[in-house]
């Protein structure tokens, strides 16, 4: 089962306090215990002192029965918790609680431990001391009745306390994480209340300056990004509707006119076919081209990269089109450089992309004029072709939408010329395709120039030295 965010960062936050909870509670236990070890050690060192002090005055004047008495009266000293013996094992003093220490041996170095006794812990320290060229067995110990009891129930109300602390945490956890997550929800209703009628709506942005911020911010983007495509496929419909009903009502209306001649020969019939069979060729075309388009946007459309000879691909597109420009009586001339060279392309795409530059340059420039190819290259690794025709040109205002589906910059030259306005755009896609770009210079009244920039070429040295001056010929 999948639990909710808010549960499970409610079930995380409280193991995290846990944990905490029980290493803070781990380590003020321990560090209390040490705490009073430190003070029972403390406070052993310092008897210690007072014992040798009082031993190495009074151990020479008194008999063993003297000193148990003498002991006794220095209550400092704790003599109920004290214990001394010489090097003969003989008891000079021994207080009542530590009969039990009686075997207990002793270094020069003080050794101190914690032991349980009739009365309850105890810590015990043990030394050997020289006192008036004597060794002596010293044994000091302190109750440590008193602390345990305090450490004990500390313990225990830790353990009593955590459970509610837990709750506690938990409950505020719950509460905290449902705030967190408030804005995301109310991002996500907004989201859900976005339909393809009201794309322009956008989510609330909140100036939290955090991740949900980023988020709205986010989310609003995409939504303006699907905004734009769905805008451009639904002009892309409509203008697609547009160009398909002119070829289909003309196929239609000669089909109609050619059904009602009752008294009609084979020629007017062979006619209304041309007609027909005219349109349907436009039509065909038109759907070529849609569907290219719609290839490239969905990326089915794979190329087949390989070595090509720049030049030469652009040598076929015009010998292609020349019999186009000899039938318009526009003139064409062709700069290419005598040596080859070579781009990863596709082919077929890149050919494609000159006959559309120069199908229309030729389409565009009226008779008598003409058009130029070039292709050099520039600082040795670019590769730059030109496509420059002598028409009527395109106004500056509708130079940053030639390259758009269906968009055509002269709407006389539009219903004069065939097409449909969807060869600029396939044709910036090939080049993108290919990692090139396309520029446009235009002017009216003056022409047009198309320049396709590839800026990496293959196959050339860095040393080859400046390109050679192109070789011109005219056909």
């Known amino acids: 089962m999948i639990l909710p965010i808010r549960t499970r960062l409610t079930i995380v936050s409280g193991v995290v306090f846990c ?16 705490a009073i070890q430190a ?9 210690l002192v007072g014992v040798e ?45 530590m009969r039990q220490f ?34 002596y067995a010293l044994h000091l110990a302190t109750d440590l009745t008193v602390p345990s009891e305090i450490l004990r129930r500390f313990g225990l109300g830790l ?98 006119v050619a059904l009602l001649k009752a008294a009609g020969n084979a020629d007017s019939y062979r006619e209304a076919l041309h007609r027909i069979l005219g349109e349907a060729e436009t039509s065909t075309h ?67 992309l000159w006959l559309i530059l120069l199908d229309n340059a030729v389409k565009y420039t009226p008779g008598g ?9 520039r600082q040795c690794e670019q590769a730059i072709c030109e496509v420059r025709d002598s028409g009527i040109g395109i106004a500056d205002k509708d130079l940053p939408y030639i390259f758009e589906r269906f968009f055509r910059a002269d709407r006389t030259r539009a219903r004069r010329e065939e097409g449909a306005g969807l060869g600029l755009a396939i044709a910036r896609w090939i080049a993108g395709s290919h990692g090139a770009s396309i520029e446009v210079e235009s002017a009216l009244g003056v022409g047009s120039t198309f320049r396709v920039i590839f800026p990496h070429v293959i196959g050339l040295r860095r040393d080859a030295g400046p390109p050679p001056k192109p070789k011109a010929d005219q056909s």
């Open 53 to 97: 002090e009082f031993l190495d005055q009074h151990i020479a004047r008194f008999s063993p029965d003297g000193m148990q008495e003498e002991v006794a009266t220095h209550k400092a000293l704790e003599p109920e918790y004290l214990q001394v013996r010489d090097s003969q094992g003989r008891f000079v003093y021994q207080g009542g609680f």
């Open 369 to 377: 004029q003409g058009i130029g190819v070039k292709m050099y290259r």
């Open 159 to 256: 353990l009593l306390v955590s459970p509610f602390v837990l709750a506690v945490a938990s409950a505020v956890g719950y509460w905290i994480s449902g705030r967190a997550l408030a804005p995301v929800a109310e991002i996500a209703s907004a989201a859900r209340s976005i339909g393809a009628a009201d794309l322009s709506r956008r989510v609330a942005v909140p100036s939290s300056r955090d991740e949900l911020q980023y988020l709205a911010e986010t989310l609003n983007s995409m939504l303006a990004r699907i905004e734009d495509a769905f805008r451009h496929v639904s002009q892309f419909t409509a203008n697609a509707s547009h160009e398909l009903r002119t070829p289909v009502a003309v196929i239609r209306a000669t089909a109609e």
């Open 39 to 47: 003070i029972a050690d403390r406070e052993l060192r310092a008897r």
């Open 102 to 135: 009686s075997r207990a041996a002793a270094s020069p170095v003080p050794v101190l431990s914690t032991v349980e006794s009739t009365r309850g812990p105890l810590r015990l320290l043990q030394v050997q001391r020289t006192i008036k060229q004597r060794e």
């Open 19 to 34: 944990l905490s909870a029980t290493l803070l509670e781990a380590g003020a236990y321990v560090g209390l215990n040490a």
């Open 286 to 352: 038109l759907l070529d081209d849609m569907l290219r388009l719609a290839q490239s946007d969905s990326g089915a459309r794979a190329l087949r990269m390989q070595r090509v000879d720049l030049r030469e691909n652009i040598r076929q597109a015009c010998e292609r089109i020349t019999l186009l420009a000899q039938e318009k009586g526009v003139q064409l001339k062709i700069a290419l450089p005598e040596e080859a060279i070579y781009v990863s392309a596709d082919a077929d795409s890149l050919r494609r």
